[in-house]
């Protein structure tokens, strides 16, 4: 059996703006971002797979003192939350334009439509989300 | 995620020993400054020998847990570093690393490891000597001290290096399951707020009465210091503010250097010791990355429902519980995760103080991470001391009131890990 690299194809694939998963062989769920087995039902077998980017926020959790993230101190609004992309996967994700400000009023229409930022950081290329045009938000 | 079966031990295993340093940042205490780890491992460990009436020469194998030793401690091999302090060169030991829930997964070994014949006296011990660093060419008990700017870097150490890190998907965790509640329930940030500072006066009050913890001073004290009367008041000033969008400053804990140790033999010898055996009747498991939605809420839900399980127990059981809040509202959403408090109602019970330790339904008697302090692996392993010290009825002036036979914890760290054991006095 070869060993297979996962995590550099997921990081070129960001970088040519694709999203790549892994689908289990048996139960058909989704590994995102991807792992060789099946987290879902507990089979071995998973194979690529490519995702459309498409999907729902669930949460809004801002940031603040005690919860910012280092990596990304350079940012200016964001927040993080519950990301659900259209194939099934749910995961944490950091959501890019979400400010104090606009947060309580978006809260109420979740969940809200969101796409990928595939920004580019020193020597690769990372994924958030932002939210889809919102009506009446800035 | 994926389920797990929990079986029952091969044979009953009890705690028969405790021991614990109190929680507290050394360099403030002339007594206490210049302390080292296998000082503080050591002093536990022998009290909890001294506890059960037992010498080094009768421990069969240790475990030593600390969540972080190469960044506190500059070490790789502490469990061997800290042997000698309590008379166990030369005897079997192993160290693990599983972040705050490192003094739980410390007793699920101990006892898997009795339970399995292997030894039959083992001592399990968790240090962490958290507010300061160690110094390049020096000697341990010289150490510089730490700031955020330390910890919070370090902090990425919990999440997956892959992904986790560089998605930004792993910083969600202080408000995530708080907030999940809040619109389940639809309370407002007000209403939370409340329970938050509630939870903090009454955890104080708790911690007042326990010469281990840490912050003592009431909130009584704490307000009157700035001309206010209401300590209620006082929590939700400006003088306790706001460090995440739900959390505020005594919503966080402390820091401590502390260490904990229990020891723990077959029920069937527990009887030759000095104390009142507490049994372990079970421990669930489950863990979830900080990627994973709602990470704590659902490694709760599964520890706890492999527990139940396998012990036949179920929440009506339950007297006591102890919850690592280290996050202050975990103690709410853990309790009514676990079935200790009815879903969705648990924050009415705080506000009536049902949940305070002399209240009918008490939670962390001990003041609660918030108060106690947080000496990251070792606090897992005070909780079961406390526990053990409630069961045998000695906790004294903070005693919870309800005559407690059943103890439940929800052991919780970084990562994420979950341990729930389940603990009994034995008739
Ligand atoms: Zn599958």
């Known amino acids: 059996m070869k060993i297979e690299k996962v995590v550099e194809k997921f990081y070129d694939g960001l970088a040519e703006h694709k999203l790549y998963g892994r689908k289990c062989k048996e139960c058909g769920a989704i590994e995102f971002p991807p792992k060789y087995a099946c987290n879902t039902c507990g089979y071995h077998e998973t194979e690529w797979t490519e995702l459309s980017g498409k999907g729902k926020l669930h949460s809004i959790i801002l940031a603040s003192t005690l919860n910012k993230d280092p990596w990304n101190s350079e940012l200016k609004n964001y927040s993080y939350g519950l990301v659900e992309l259209e194939e099934g996967v749910k995961f944490n994700a950091t959501i890019l334009g979400i400010r104090r400000k606009n947060a309580k009023k978006l809260r109420e229409m979740l969940p809200l439509p969101i796409h990928p930022v595939f920004y580019e950081k020193e020597g690769f290329t990372t994924l958030f989300f932002e939210l889809d045009e919102v009506e009446g938000i800035e | ?427």
């Open chain 2, 1 to 427: 995620m994926v389920e797990g079966k929990l079986g029952r031990f091969s044979r009953s295993v009890s705690v028969i020993g405790i021991g614990a340093t109190p929680f507290c940042i050394i360099d403030d205490d002339p007594e206490m400054k210049g302390l080292t780890e296998g000082e503080f491992f050591g002093h536990a460990a022998l009290m909890a020998m001294a506890d059960a009436g037992l010498e080094p020469r009768d421990i069969d194998y240790f475990y030593h847990g600390a969540a972080n030793p190469k960044f506190f401690n500059f070490a790789a091999t502490p469990n061997m570093q800290v042997a000698e302090w309590f008379g166990m060169r030369g005897k079997g030991s192993v160290h693990h690393s599983e972040a705050c829930c490192s003094g739980y997964v410390g007793l699920e070994e101990a006892v898997k490891d009795v339970a399995s014949g292997a030894h039959d006296i083992v001592l399990s011990g968790c240090v962490e000597m958290a507010c300061g660093l160690p110094v390049t060419h020096k000697p341990a008990h010289i150490r510089k001290p730490i700031s955020l700017e330390d910890v919070l870097p370090d902090l990425e150490a919990i999440m997956d290096r892959a992904y986790t890190r560089a998605l930004g998907a792993g910083h969600i965790g202080q408000d995530d399951w708080i907030d999940l509640y809040r619109n389940e329930y639809h309370l407002t940030e007000e209403q939370i707020d409340e329970v938050l500072n509630k939870m903090s006066y009454d955890g104080r009050r708790a911690a007042a009465l326990n010469p281990l913890a840490m912050l003592r001073t009431p909130f009584e004290e704490l307000a009157k210091n700035v001309g206010m009367d209401d300590p209620m008041e006082y929590l939700r000033s400006s003088y306790n503010p706001k460090t995440t969008q739900y959390l505020r400053g005594t919503g966080n804990a402390p820091s401590a250097d502390g260490a904990a140790c229990v020891i723990v033999c077959p029920t069937e010898m527990a009887h030759k010791f000095k104390q009142k055996p507490i049994e372990v009747l079970g421990i669930g498991a489950s863990c979830l990355e900080l990627m994973q939605p709602h990470n704590e809420k659902e490694i709760t839900k599964e520890a706890a429902r492999q527990v139940y399980e396998a012990t036949g127990l179920s929440p009506d059981d339950i007297d006591l519980l102890l919850v690592n809040d280290f996050v202050l509202p975990s103690q709410l959403l853990a309790a009514e995760e676990v079935g200790y408090l009815p879903k969705g109602e648990g924050w009415k019970w705080v506000m009536e103080g049902r949940t305070a330790f002399d209240g009918d339904r008490p939670i962390n008697p001990h003041g609660g991470r918030t108060s106690y302090g947080h000496a990251y692996g070792a606090s897992g392993m005070a909780d079961v001391y406390e526990a053990v010290l409630q069961l045998r009825g000695q906790a004294g002036p903070r005693q919870v009131k309800n005559n407690p036979k059943t103890a439940m914890l929800r052991g919780f760290g970084g990562g994420q890990n979950c341990r729930i054991p389940i603990l009994r006095t034995v008739d």
